[in-house]
């Protein structure tokens, strides 16, 4: 982020289980929205970049522009085709060039990336769960 004068401001977790997923994990919109009412952005003032077409139809759900980077799943996202609902969708090569892409967008604009990661339980036991990091391009 730093490289194009971008910012970490908060990361937005979604600790629900798969199998009992909320409207807080991807693909639904819940983490997207909550970073738009903490941040006082209108959809059309965030950008979602991910990976994978469960991010992209989270941003599509709460009415975001996307866009999808070619690191991670994302290769393979593009290979497999993204469905029409899902346009448009702008493709990166990389994170740094999806972040160069605020030029295309109004000013301010917020991007939102998926992180993926583990949280460990009251118990001890590590659980997947859904992470959004929201940052000031």
């Keep these: 982020l730093a490289k194009v004068a971008g910012r970490l401001?908060?990361?937005?977790i979604a600790p629900d289980a798969p199998w009992a997923?909320?409207?807080?994990?991807?693909p639904?919109?819940?983490?997207?929205?909550?970073a738009m009412r903490k941040f006082n952005m209108l959809p059309a003032e965030t950008v979602l970049i991910g990976d994978s077409e469960r991010d992209i139809e989270a941003a599509k759900s709460a009415s975001c522009h996307r866009i999808l980077v070619q690191t991670g799943k994302g290769r393979k996202t593009l290979a497999d085709g993204l469905k029409r609902h899902l346009m448009p969708v702008h493709i990166a090569a990389v994170l740094e060039h999806a972040l160069r892409y605020k030029r295309c967008f109004s000013n301010p604009v917020h991007f939102t990336l998926p992180l993926a990661g583990c949280l460990s339980d009251f118990y001890g036991r590590s659980q997947r769960c859904d992470a959004n990091a929201t940052a000031k391009g």
């Design 9 to 12: 401001d908060d990361i937005i």
């Design 21 to 26: 997923a909320t409207e807080r994990r991807k």
């Design 28 to 34: 639904g919109p819940g983490m997207l929205i909550e």
